[in-house]
């Protein structure tokens, strides 16, 4: 099983600032990497696909890079809809589906 | 669009078989895709249970393998899950979702509670 870890839990940035979130496969996932945002009591949505490619309708300030086993999605300047948790999640090998644990991004 | 709901007992007795049911709309469950479900236990993270492909292919997670059952009707345009043996660490929402690789179209989710 494929091990997601993301880094940090709990990422306190202000509004109109840039955020990094970090993701780490536990082996090479090569580009099988897709990021969620998760609002209180929503279901996740899907940001972005493929580690980079944007879903469309998805604001062009998330971007998402990396490819094996290190990624990142980054957020150019935080609007307030922004501050939620988001989950990466890897499908080049399974079953299982792994997500990671989560970062919560919160106002600073 | 692809719409999913899911529905079922929100309240399930410890020892018992939870029983979800996800109805698609705006997509015909048997012309592709995986289906599949996935759950949060409160203030936690997503963890998958399982997915069925159209074809009636399954895999499920193996942490919960020996308990997981999820099938599909395609004339319904539903799919289901069984989780039985519950316990008190199976409250979570349940979500049910399509995926390809990644979960582009997910359900609202539903509250399940184990407890007496």
């Known amino acids: 099983e494929i091990v997601m870890t993301q880094s940090p839990a709990t990422l306190s940035v202000s509004p109109g600032e840039r955020a990094t979130l970090s993701c780490r496969a536990s082996?090479?996932?090569?580009?099988?990497l897709a990021w969620y945002q998760q609002r209180p009591g929503q279901a996740p949505r899907l940001l972005i696909y493929?580690?980079?490619t944007r879903v469309t309708g998805i604001p062009a300030r998330f971007s998402g890079s990396g490819s094996g086993t290190d990624f990142t999605l980054t957020i150019s300047s935080l609007q307030s809809e922004d501050f939620a948790v988001y989950y990466c999640?890897?499908?080049?090998?399974?079953?299982?589906?792994?997500f990671g644990q989560g970062t919560k991004l919160e106002i600073k | 669009q692809v719409q999913l709901q899911e529905s079922g007992p929100g309240l399930v007795k410890p020892s018992e078989t939870l029983s979800l049911t996800c109805t698609v709309s705006?997509?015909?469950?048997?012309?592709?895709?995986?289906w599949g479900w996935i759950r949060q236990p409160p203030g936690k993270g997503l963890e998958w249970i399982g997915s069925?492909?159209?074809?009636?292919?399954?895999n499920y997670n193996p942490s919960l393998k020996s308990r997981v059952t999820i099938s599909v009707d395609t004339s319904k345009n539903q799919f289901y899950l069984k989780l039985n043996s519950v316990t008190a660490t199976d409250t979570a929402v349940y979500f049910c979702?399509?995926?390809?690789?990644?979960?582009?179209?997910w359900g609202q989710g539903t509250l399940v509670t184990v407890s007496s």
């Open positions: 979702a399509r995926h390809s690789g990644p979960y582009g179209y």
């Open positions: 705006g997509y015909s469950i048997g012309s592709g895709y995986y």
């Open positions: 069925i492909y159209h074809s009636g292919t399954t």
């Open positions: 082996q090479s996932v090569s580009s099988s």
């Open positions: 493929g580690a980079s």
């Open positions: 999640q890897q499908y080049n090998n399974w079953p299982p589906n792994t």
